[in-house]
Every structure is written in C-alpha cells, then in structure tokens.
C-alpha cells in the first residue's frame, strides 16, 4: 500500500538553496509503540531499522565542530533507541540544544517510567504529538486509548516543571489536521488548546504548533485509497505563498537518516531525495569536510506542503 504513491518529480516547485545549516535532525530509528494514521516515516512496534553506534559518534562528532546549535531527535519513538540516553547527555555535555520528538505515550511504558525526569535533568526541549485536544479525535487518528495516555504523560511532564515559565523545560504541542486539508490558525488553535487542556486537566504548556500533513507514506497512501490524493495536492499548490520560502525549515537543516545519509528535510528523507555530491549520495561522515552553503535544495511537489497557506515546518506555522 505505502509504495503506490504517484511521482511528485518533477515539479513547478521554485528553486531554493540552502543557507547555513544550524539544525540536526536525526532520525535515530524506526520502531515506534504507535502506528499513527497521519505518520508519514511508516513507523509502528515491528521496526527495526536503527541508527549504529558508529553513526551516532558521527553525530557527536559533528556536533563538535560548531557548525550546528542544535539537534533534533526524531523517530520512530527515539527514546526506545538503546543509545537515546547517551547520545541526549553527550550532546548537552557540548553545549548543544536538544529537542526531543516525544509521541507522550512513550513515558507511560513499561521501561521508561523516568524518562520524563531524564528528559527534565537534561534540559531537553520536549515537542510533542497531540493533534486534538478531544479525546475521539486522537484516538481515532493515534489508537484507542492514546488520547488518556497522552494527558497523563502530559501531567508528568508538567510535574516536573515543563511548560512552566522556565526557559530550560520548553513543552511544545503539535497539531496535524485529521484528513485532506490545511491547518487552521496556528495563533487561534493554540489558544483554544491551552484553554481546553487548563480547563479539562490543569495541564500548561509553551506553544502549539500546526504541522501540514504530507502527501507521503501512510497519509499519501490515505489519500490514494480514498482518490483524495490530486485534490489535496492541488489545494497545496493553490495555497502556496511565495512568502514562505525564506523560511522553510529546509533552509537550515540537516537531515540524517538511521544510515547515516544526509537530506534536505525529514520529508524528502522519506523520499529518498538526498543531498548529492555529484551523484553520489552524501553521508554524515562528509559533513566533517564539506561547506553546504548556498548548495540547491532538493524540491518535489511535496514541498509546497510547507508553502500552504500560513506555512509549516518542523517549527510549526511560519507566518
């Protein structure tokens, strides 16, 4: 099913380069304890795709270099990698950001019961998965019982000062839209949000952000099986704003797969559309000795996902 998407190559996508790239985003592996609908990395419990340990030295070794100010760790669930912990408190060792793509239901499994106090001991920033604020809407899209697990690793998190005003224990919420169309506005959802999970379950966090779903993987399968797929394309390239290209997250950011080879985002990672270095592809390992500046990103139709109306990134709206 998830292979018979149509080509997105080529495209009227515009052309951009690469400015300076400050960000690291690695994806440690593939196993997750969930299997969500929207889920555009295929993720479920029988992955087993992961990142070596030679590979995550690699990233600490580029991390040592200076270029980037922060690392992102995705998945999967990251946190059910063997090395998540090492890789978190070597990297904060060097002075650098983490972000941690927390799903919350990881913290009320068995084994990882005190993550949420590691997560807090390290200073990790936490953005997390929660696309409704109504229980019937997650579990619809996440699982049964994913919305009460959630609330309550949310509850723990909080516990430990998260969401609070304390700079160092950033929670993020992210917000994926249910079906085929775009998100509404970031400023306003995140408003209904903080007052819904306040009101409801005393629960605080930072910022909420609005994440266009991709037409890839389990979604562009989705929308295939349900002939949406042309039409929420369209309504992507309809809604493109040239305004957003500056600051699409492809910009800045490096993208690492579990073998190592770099991209331009976490969405053409999926897609296989690698930074090259004439034709051939790039690994981590090359980062140590190669200036990215200005090189051109890799586009596809897919990109006009974060060109849609208010714009999406790993960062949430961009305007």
């Not at 000062?161 to 998100?183: E, H, I, K, M, T």
């Not at 209904?192 to 562009?220: A, H, Q, S, W």
Request: include cysteine; glycine fraction near 6%; hydrophobic fraction near 35%.
């Amino acid at each position: 099913m998830h292979d018979t998407l149509p080509l997105l190559m080529p495209t009227t996508f515009p052309g951009i380069r690469k400015n300076k790239p400050e960000i690291l985003q690695i994806n440690i592996g593939l196993k997750c304890n969930l299997a969500c609908l929207h889920c555009h990395v295929n993720s479920n419990p029988y992955r087993k795709e992961k990142m070596s340990p030679e590979i995550i030295e690699t990233v600490l070794m580029c991390l040592q270099e200076g270029q980037f100010h922060t690392l992102d760790i995705t998945g999967g669930a990251p946190e059910m990698h063997p090395q998540f912990k090492h890789l978190v408190e070597s990297a904060r060792n060097h002075g650098i950001h983490v972000i941690d793509r927390c799903n919350l239901t990881i913290l009320e499994e068995e084994g990882y019961k005190e993550l949420a106090e590691f997560l807090a001991n390290n200073k990790v920033e936490i953005v997390a998965s929660l696309p409704c604020y109504t229980q019937d809407n997650v579990d619809k899209q996440r699982g049964k019982g994913v919305f009460n697990h959630s609330i309550k690793g949310l509850l723990k998190l909080n516990s430990m000062g998260y969401g609070s005003d304390d700079p160092d224990l950033q929670l993020n919420l992210v917000y994926n839209p249910q079906g085929a169309f775009l998100p509404p506005s970031q400023q306003e959802l995140e408003k209904t949000y903080k007052e819904k999970l306040k009101d409801e379950f005393g629960i605080v966090f930072n910022n909420l952000y609005t994440i266009c779903n991709m037409p890839i993987k389990r979604f562009g399968s989705t929308l295939v099986s349900k002939n949406q797929f042309d039409e929420y394309l369209s309504l992507l390239k309809e809604s493109h704003d040239d305004s957003n290209l500056d600051d699409v997250m492809c910009r800045n950011l490096i993208s690492v797969d579990w073998q190592g080879y770099i991209y331009d985002c976490d969405f053409n990672q999926m897609l296989d559309l690698n930074i090259k270095n004439g034709k051939r592809k790039m690994h981590l390992a090359d980062l140590l000795k190669t200036n990215l500046n200005n090189i051109p990103i890799a586009v596809a139709d897919h990109c006009y996902g974060c060109t849609a109306g208010q714009g999406s990134s790993c960062g949430g709206a961009l305007n």
